[in-house]
Nanobody, 119 residues
Framework: QVQLVESGGGLVQAGGSLRLSCAAS????????MGWFRQAPGKEREFVAA????????RYTDSVKGRFTISRGYAKSTMFLRMNSLKPEDTAVYYC????????????WGQGTQVTVSS
């Protein structure tokens, strides 16, 4: 059984930082791309960032470029999202995902972790 478990969400003031983590288990994830998505209240889930299986290639949605950094752990079964200069509009449930390509589609999903940025 494949499991993706997110952690690291919380409440932070605007301008602050958080680091989200995603731990994968149940399958050899070293060959899988991984990514982060988010869903704000009343909005559709949107892509945030993705990283290739090797960690050597990344891509970001325009609104987070220069503020967020995606990376993978040494064992490749963990993934991180460092979020700096957070804005109230970053408030959402953040989901970890995994799939065959960092361009998508993503086949496996976590349950999400809440990030709330206060103004």
């Amino acid at each position: 059984q494949v499991q993706l478990v997110e952690s690291g969400g919380g409440l932070v003031q605007a301008g602050g930082s958080l680091r989200l983590s995603c731990a994968a288990s149940g399958r050899t994830f070293s060959s899988y791309a991984m990514g982060w998505f988010r869903q704000a209240p009343g909005k559709e889930r949107e892509f945030v960032a993705a990283v290739s299986w090797s960690g050597g290639s990344t891509r970001y949605t325009d609104s987070v470029k220069g503020r967020f950094t995606i990376s993978r752990g040494y064992a490749k079964s963990t993934m991180f999202l460092r979020m700096n200069s957070l804005k109230p509009e970053d408030t959402a449930v953040y989901y970890c995902a995994a799939g065959g390509s960092y361009s998508g589609p993503f086949d496996y999903w976590g349950q999400g972790t809440q990030v709330t940025v206060s103004s």
